[in-house]
């Protein structure tokens, strides 16, 4: 991916970059999480959060401090749409959607994340 690309993106807003996000993931048909013997996690609001991103490049920037010996790797979207956010929902975990270095991600309800999904998903059909 072109530097320029990254620089640009990662500069958006956190809307902006939750419906880029949910318009790529529904696009590519797959999110990216980076996993190191397990799936990387932050806390948001006294829950865990799961972060994701909708590109491998977006997520490596992230593979840093705590996440630095994590990579990045890709889910399929309908395993995330059937088995992860159900999962997560049922696990009272968030979704951190789209987080970047030294910035901010936009926290979600694994049931909202997937409305939105859905939503693009059926755009694309």
Not at 12 to 38: F, H, S
Request: charged share 20%.
């Amino acid at each position: 991916m072109h530097p320029e690309k990254i620089r640009q993106v990662t500069q958006l807003p956190v809307q902006q970059r939750y419906a880029y996000c949910v318009r790529k993931v529904a696009d590519t048909q797959e999110v990216w999480g980076l996993y190191d013997a397990g799936w990387a996690t932050a806390e948001a609001g006294g829950k865990v959060s799961i972060p994701f991103w909708p590109e491998a490049a977006f997520a490596q920037a992230c593979a840093t401090g705590d996440w630095e010996h994590f990579q990045p790797c890709a889910i399929a979207l309908d395993d995330f749409l059937n088995k992860w956010l159900p999962g997560m929902a049922s696990n009272d975990q968030l979704a951190s959607v789209f987080p970047v270095p030294h910035g901010s991600a936009s926290i979600a309800a694994p049931a909202d994340l997937l409305a939105d999904l859905r939503d693009e998903v059926r755009l694309y059909e």
